[in-house]
Nanobody, 122 residues
Framework: QVQLVESGGGLVQPGGSLRLSCAAS????????MGWYRQFPGNQRELVAF???????TYADSVKGRFTISRDNAKKTVYLQMNSLKPEDTAVYYC????????????????WGQGTQVTVAS
């Protein structure tokens, strides 16, 4: 099985910073793209940022210039550095990974972390 374990959420004041981490473990042959999503109360989960296997990032317009996504392939970990946080960023953040589990099976599966609460308030 594949597991994604998130850490780094919490309470921060407006203008502050947090760094989220998500480490993958289990039966993994290759991790393709990895990303971060967030969910506001009463809304659908939406994309925050994702990063390709080669390290190319993509961001939602609402976080461009403030958030940075990165990955460490050796550690099977993706990070989200969040700067200049706003109250509007308050949400549950979820890690996502597209994983090929077996070398001889050319199929992939999506896996999700457990979610971590980020609250931006004074």
């Amino acid at each position: 099985q594949v597991q994604l374990v998130e850490s780094g959420g919490g309470l921060v004041q407006p203008g502050g910073s947090l760094r989220l981490s998500c480490a993958a473990s289990g039966s993994i042959f290759r991790i393709n793209s990895m990303g971060w999503y967030r969910q506001f109360p009463g809304n659908q989960r939406e994309l925050v940022a994702f990063i390709s296997s080669g390290g190319s990032p993509t961001y939602a317009d609402s976080v461009k210039g403030r958030f940075t996504i990165s990955r460490d392939n050796a550690k099977k970990t993706v990070y989200l550095q969040m700067n200049s946080l706003k109250p509007e960023d308050t949400a549950v953040y979820y890690c996502n990974a597209n994983v090929q589990r077996f070398a001889v099976a050319y199929t992939t599966n999506e896996y999700w972390g457990q979610g971590t609460q980020v609250t931006v308030a004074s």
